[in-house]
């Protein structure tokens, strides 16, 4: 159970109900119907319900999602392997079901989604995804600056700014794992 249990929406104060409409908008136009966000009663669950808690930082947490997702240079296979990567660092089950599932839309098989959630790197993925896992994995499990070892192999794979958007997505789900664990957010059965 959830330390922050999800707010019916028919019990949203003016300020949660402004945040919850817009963010419904912004999670359907994303993540369409691969996972479950929205319980039976229209609530949010995730990370989502948790942030209606704080509503000022809703809209800023979705910003943040949308513009990452407009970044180019770095395929959507490789997106969500660093997403999987980091989740497992934090053992976040939410993150890991949620982008378990939007995996499954890209180029990543079942054991390869699975291995990931596992925090084990398959052999077989391709050089964008062993490069996302490599950076996740160093940047959520070290302390201190990114080898330039790891950063020159991400820089050639990805380019500079595909490299930035990868480090970028890392931080962000790191963010997003640690307050679906401080929430204790659970998985959907």
């Not at 600056?145 to 958007?165: C, H, N, V």
């Amino acid at each position: 159970m959830s330390r922050y249990p999800p707010i019916p929406p028919s019990e949203l104060n003016s300020e949660q109900h402004a945040a919850y409409d817009e963010s419904s908008r912004i999670a359907k136009d994303i993540f369409g119907d691969k996972f479950i966000y929205k319980n039976d009663d229209g609530a949010f669950i995730g990370p989502f319900g948790p942030l209606l808690y704080t509503p000022n930082m809703v809209n800023p947490f979705f910003k943040m999602v949308v513009e990452l997702g407009k970044c180019p240079g770095i395929p959507a296979a490789a997106k969500e392997t660093a997403i999987l990567a980091t989740g497992s660092t934090f053992k976040a089950g939410y993150e890991l079901y949620a982008h378990g599932k939007v995996a499954e839309g890209t180029s990543l098989t079942g054991e390869q989604i699975s291995n990931m959630k596992g925090g084990k790197k398959p052999d077989d993925l391709d050089e964008s995804c062993q490069v996302a896992f490599d950076v996740a994995i160093e940047l959520s499990r070290k302390q201190g600056p990114l080898s330039d070892e790891t950063f020159q192999r991400a820089s050639k794979t990805l380019g500079k700014q595909g490299t930035a958007a990868l480090i970028h997505y890392v931080a962000l789900y790191a963010y997003t794992c640690i307050f679906l664990n401080g929430v204790a957010a659970p998985v959907p059965e």
